[in-house]
């Protein structure tokens, strides 16, 4: 199960901060995703990251995203740098193993706005 | 513009079976990655519904059936029912993005 929490409304160049909490099951396994999807619009990878702490990020973020983990807490987190309100979307936190994402949780709307 | 195209929409009448196609290229379906499909009801998380272009994960009804040749899949849904109506998505690995890529979505109606 996830679940996250973050920031709601943001205004232009500011940045996107949110944490996902993993209940249950192991950790270790698996690669902690980030996926968005814009008002209307299909599905976008952001970016994981596994529990050693190895990230891979999707190329048109890349240099505007970080991902990090905490193990004690069993928690990851994204953050997103500069947003602008290309980047408004419901933003979800999955569990990825083998390329696929089997365990999702619920989504939260980010707005960015001036 | 999504890396994998699918229809914007596809349509049937209960019981009959309706195909959803997934087309990628060289870099993600055709060089022989998994496809995997989503079911996304409206505000809701997307669910997965066929992993490794094939395989239903527990509790999903053999009514969904998954299929890849070459650089396209397809999920085809039979016995269709008024709550399959949904958005559909299919996702693969991509090796110039090295990382996953998604279909742009199927709208799934229930006539």
């Known amino acids: 199960q996830l679940q996250r929490w973050g920031a709601g409304l943001l205004k232009p160049s500011e940045t996107l901060s949110l944490t996902c909490a993993v209940y249950?099951?192991?950790?270790?396994?698996?690669?902690w995703t980030w996926i968005r999807q814009a008002p209307g619009k299909g599905l976008e990878w952001i970016g994981e990251?596994?529990?050693?702490?190895?990230?891979n990020y999707n190329p048109s973020l890349k240099s505007r995203v970080s991902i990090s983990l905490d193990t004690s807490k069993n928690q990851f987190s994204l953050k997103l740098s500069s947003v602008t309100d290309a980047d408004t979307a419901v933003y979800f936190c999955?569990?990825?193993?083998?390329?696929?994402?089997?365990?999702w949780g619920p989504g939260t709307l980010v707005p960015v706005s001036s | 513009q999504s890396v994998l195209t699918q229809p914007p929409s596809v349509s049937g009448a209960p019981g009959q079976t309706v195909t959803i196609s997934c087309t990628g290229d060289?870099?993600?379906?055709?060089?022989?990655?998994?496809v995997h499909w989503y079911q996304q009801l409206p505000g809701t998380a997307p669910k997965l519904l066929i992993s490794?272009?094939?395989d239903r994960p527990s509790g999903v009804p053999d009514r969904f059936s998954g299929s890849k040749s070459g650089t396209s899949a397809s999920l085809a849904i039979s016995g269709l029912q008024t709550e399959d109506e949904a958005y559909y998505y299919c996702?693969?690995?991509?090796?110039?993005?090295?990382?996953?890529?998604f279909g742009g979505g199927t709208n799934l109606t229930v006539l």
């Open positions: 249950g099951g192991s950790f270790s396994t698996y690669y």
């Open positions: 490794s272009d094939n």
């Open positions: 996702q693969s690995y991509d090796n110039s993005v090295r990382g996953a890529v």
């Open positions: 999955a569990r990825g193993f083998h390329w696929h994402f089997d365990v």
């Open positions: 990251i596994n529990h050693s702490g190895s990230t």
């Open positions: 060289t870099t993600n379906i055709g060089t022989g990655y998994d």
